[in-house]
């Protein structure tokens, strides 16, 4: 992975800020802010505003790049991923386009040969691989009778819509694409191809079971500036020009004699387009430092967060009042049985477990034969969400419905004014445990590393702002 530049300073791109000893142009700071500050954000920010949240980002880029974690083999592979998908395709001209295209039409016409191609119609009798005797003999009879029909005059068209078992031709008449040499079993592709056009074939038998065919038409492959245009679409559509891309630099490099490996030359060809466009090279960098600010967010808070139930548990704890509701909960299971018996065993099974178990250990228990026994639904329920604890907990007199073959309900479970445990609020308790992390790391690396921003400069990048104020 090629090194992301930072520009020194100029006067024309003088540094609006250094983070850690890193310094940060007038032109990038410029680009960041446009980028997320477009006109349809919600939430747009003065450049003042936004001076406070880049600083942030920047010094927890300048946290992993301590960590060292821009030397990661897995974020150089992303990174040069992301890069290269961007570089590829400035690799290819029109020229090289043009030349595919004509290479694959070359190609087509290789493989299609003098036969040519066909355009054949057909009515298939399917004859399975293990057919008896008796039933192969009963398609030939079939077969042979569509045949003498048709040679006495029925419509070909019409008895393969009736009779042929090819779902997908029989409703074109059974009509097939136009079709060349190796696109088909041996035994059909022998037959069409003696056939000519207008000419109708004997029954006959192949794998897939009897045919009769009737030759709609043949022809050679058209000549290239005819096809030219279906072809290039069709190069757009699977994306064949990083293909291209790619073949060109592995012919350079195969041509260098090992001076040049296939990485050294694609971060030359981005280095020379980030030297004819800045915001690409500000893209690139934005995606390069997004890969680090992930990984160094990842290990110090939201992994951490996600395991430390313990943390989440003594958070919740502390900050019981901002998580009350303004209506009550029903924190349960609803259970249908077909008797009476398992009701009352599923009421004493999960009796003593937690809350986390119940649905799994129900599972378990009951319906691990043939025969579902239970069914049960667990959750965290407010008025509205389930119709049977609407009913059973909360009053309400809405009717519910029995699945069928079921003939008991059962609602094991307790009614919460407010949550009881940090798990009944979970996500909230992530959310702002995250956040009261980040404020900490912030704050510590706001200590940790020095800042310098020229407040001058910062207020000529009202200048550069493609976003008014």
Partial sequence: MASIAVHAQTSDDPVVMTVNGIPVTRSEFAYSYNKNNTADVFDRKTI????????????????????RLDTMASLRREYAFYRNKQVLPAL??????????????????????????????????RVGQKASPTELEQQKQRIDSIYEAVKKGADF???????????????????????????????????????NVGELSVPFLSPAGYHIVLMKGRKQLEPFDSLRNGIMDMIEKRKIR???????????????????????????????????????????????????????????????????????KHYFNSNKKKYKWNEPRFKGVVVFTRDENDAAAVRKLIKKLDFDEWDNAIER?????????????????????????????????????????FRCVEVVGKKLKAPKHYTDVRGLVVSDYQEQLEREWIDN????????????????VNNLAKVSQ
């Fill in 48 to 67: 003042d505003e936004y001076v406070g949240l880049y600083i942030n980002y920047r010094l927890k880029v300048a946290a992993a790049l301590d960590a």
């Fill in 92 to 125: 290819v001209h029109d020229k090289d386009v043009e030349e595919e295209a004509l290479r694959i039409y070359e190609s087509q016409k290789k493989r299609i040969g003098e036969k040519g191609l066909v355009k054949p119609a057909h009515i298939l009798l």
């Fill in 157 to 195: 068209a019409e008895m393969a819509r009736r009779f042929s078992d090819d779902t997908a031709s029989a409703p074109n008449g059974g009509e097939l694409p136009w079709m060349s040499v190796a696109q088909s079993l041996k035994e059909f592709e022998d037959m069409a191809f003696s056939l």
């Fill in 242 to 312: 990083d293909a291209i891309a790619l073949r060109k630099v592995r012919t350079m490099v195969e041509e260098s004699k090992g001076t040049a490996s296939e990485a050294d030359l694609m971060d030359r060809y981005a280095d020379s387009l980030c030297a004819a466009d800045p915001d690409l090279k500000w893209l690139f960098k934005e995606y390069h430092d997004g890969l680090l600010l992930y990984e160094i967010s990842n290990r110090t808070i939201w992994e951490k967060v996600g395991k430390d139930e313990e943390a989440l």
């Fill in 365 to 405: 228990r009951f319906n691990n034969g043939s025969t579902k026994r239970v069914t049960a639904t667990k959750g965290l329920f407010v008025k509205g969400d389930n119709t049977v604890v609407d009913n059973k907990v909360f009053k309400t007199g809405k009717d519910y419905s029995m699945p069928e073959g």
């Fill in 445 to 460: 690396l706001r200590q940790r590393y020095k800042v310098t921003v020229d407040r001058d400069v910062l207020q000529s």
